[in-house]
């Protein structure tokens, strides 16, 4: 039987403890140099309380429940819409329109609005969503 010497010094390094720790020291150092480059910190300016004079480009076509069509806000009817956009698309060719209508209006309405877009040739369309929740 042999007998086991208790001092006998250590042939190998145990490497796993030093890897763990540079794993940590690595993840702490991605974290904290995405989380100061995620943005610059600047003292913006404070705007007037004077309207902007900029108006929005985009038009806004809505259509309620009952089917009344606005134009942005102001209700319009189909020949007054029509005259209108005319008068914007002429003003600017790349004319951006949105249309929201409602999920209770006829489908009818919303066609007649959208083929109304089509003949006026505005190309910069967007119909609006609600996007769904679970």
């Known amino acids: ?7 006998k010094p250590y042939d190998d390094i145990n490497v796993t403890p030093m890897l763990d720790l540079a794993y940590v020291l690595l993840v702490i150092f991605i974290i904290m140099t995405t989380a100061s480059v995620q943005g610059i910190k600047v003292n913006l300016p404070k705007a007037s309380n004077t309207p902007s004079l900029a108006k929005p480009k985009t038009k806004a076509i809505t259509i309620n429940e009952s089917g009344q069509v606005f134009l942005d806000a102001y209700p319009v009817t189909i020949p007054e819409l029509e005259t209108r956009l005319a008068q914007l698309k002429a003003a600017d060719p790349e004319l951006p329109v949105v249309v929201k209508g409602d999920a209770k209006v006829q489908y ?5 609005v959208l083929d109304l877009i089509g003949r006026l040739e505005i190309t910069q369309l967007g119909l609006v969503t609600q996007r769904l929740t679970r």
Request: glycine residues 0%; charged residues 35%.
């Open 108 to 112: 009818e309405k919303v066609i007649e």
């Open 1 to 7: 039987m042999q007998v086991q010497q208790e001092n």
